[in-house]
């Protein structure tokens, strides 16, 4: 089949895929459900940038927010489909499917590579900083994958400052109403620059494999991703084993 343009990108910006009017609407949904559930502000600190944002999970989206469990499951799937030519479906794992990403004045969030393929993320107001920052297509994998130290080790080693700078191309792409921006999670590097001003940062993430790469499990990374515990591992991205 042939290769879309997509595929060879690594990443597609779409203005404008939501209106004015539906972003501000889910904006809206969004205060209400902080308004009645406070969230935890996360803050993992890391040598290059840190974790530090807030985040509604799949869960809490499914029960409260049935416009963004649409949105998953309904246009932005058939629209991953068609870009990429792949049967991409929403992932088993119901808390890490669908989020939503709520960055405060000086928020940030880590350089990493998502551990499902396809990534939607949805822009729903316009800030200052904040943008995402990739190198498309920046991962080289390690055929040897049973072997995650040696992925960890290659991977590290092209997100050091450095090494980015001489090889890396990067993209810095500015968060705005109703924006799109979907990419290839798990081999485009990526992070969010730091929010500046007073205004949130608001955004909904949506993950999608394909239906036999289901097994995303990693309750140390889901510990440090959605809540305030303590985590031992220096990178919960990788486990001792990889369970694939
Ligand atoms: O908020 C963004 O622009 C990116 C968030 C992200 O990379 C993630 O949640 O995995
Ligand atoms: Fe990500």
Known sequence: MKKTEFLKNGYLVRDDFLSKEQCSQLLNHIKN???SEELPIIYRENSDRPLHYKVINGLQIKNSLQEIENLYRDRINKFICDISNLSLVPLNNEIIGANVNITPSGGTYRWHYDRNSVTALIYL?????GELELY???RITSPFN???????????????KPIRFVFGKKVSIK????RLVVMIGNRC???VNSVIGSEERVNVVLSYDVLDNQDASNDNLDNYLYTQIKVTS???NYQKEIRK
């Open 175 to 178: 968060p705005i109403e109703g």
């Open 33 to 35: 459900f902080q308004n």
């Open 189 to 191: 590097l990526h992070s």
């Open 146 to 160: 049973k072997f995650s130290f040696l992925q960890k080790a290659l991977d590290l080693l092209l997100m050091s």
């Open 234 to 236: 220096s990178d919960p």
């Open 136 to 138: 498309p297509l920046y």
């Open 125 to 129: 107001n316009e800030v200052d900083g």
